[in-house]
């Protein structure tokens, strides 16, 4: 993957996150054309990792402004990316989250990850410039 000078900003921002999250740790992380995977990891134990049944249920899922979860550091995220770049429509409302609870799953994950852009000729949105 090639990353244009947009996907070079979001790279050089997702890599600062730990610099600005010291209970976060990353982990896998490929940035796609038109989109980037990644896991972030918690290294304090004493933030709460809700299910999503329980965040839905007390209105913290995606739209949580909790310090430190990690639905407001990937909002900064995206915040701080859009800023940078002068594009207010840089990403899709919300994002897909899921807590890895073995080293199976994490194994897993970091698999799809490393082998996404091997996949990228198969995405609806592919086209022979990127």
Same mark, same amino acid.
């Given at each position: ?14 890599? !600062? ?13 490929? %940035?796609?054309? *038109?989109?980037?995977? &990644? %896991?972030?990891?918690?290294?304090? =134990?004493?933030?709460?990792? !809700?299910? !999503? ?9 995606? *739209? ?8 407001? $550091?990937?909002?900064?995220? @995206?915040?701080?990316?859009? @800023?940078?770049? &002068?594009?207010? *429509?840089?990403?899709?409302? &919300?994002?897909?989250?899921?807590? $890895?609870?073995? =080293? ?8 799809? %990850?490393?082998? *996404?852009? %091997?996949?990228?000729?198969?995405? =609806? ?6």
């Amino acid at each position: 993957m090639h990353l244009t000078e947009l996907g070079e900003l979001v790279r050089s921002f997702w890599l !600062k996150i730990p610099q600005l999250k010291d209970h976060i740790e990353l982990d896998e992380f490929v %940035i796609m054309p *038109n989109h980037l995977h &990644g %896991i972030l990891r918690i290294t304090d =134990e004493l933030i709460p990792l !809700k299910s !999503k049944s329980q965040a839905s249920s007390q209105s913290s899922g995606i *739209n949580s402004t909790e310090p430190g979860s990690i639905a407001t $550091i990937i909002r900064s995220f @995206k915040a701080a990316c859009s @800023k940078s770049s &002068g594009h207010s *429509n840089v990403w899709q409302r &919300g994002f897909y989250e899921q807590v $890895i609870r073995s =080293e199976a799953a994490l194994l897993s994950l970091r698999l799809y %990850i490393q082998n *996404n852009p %091997i996949k990228w000729h198969l995405n =609806e949105l592919y086209n022979e410039k990127h």
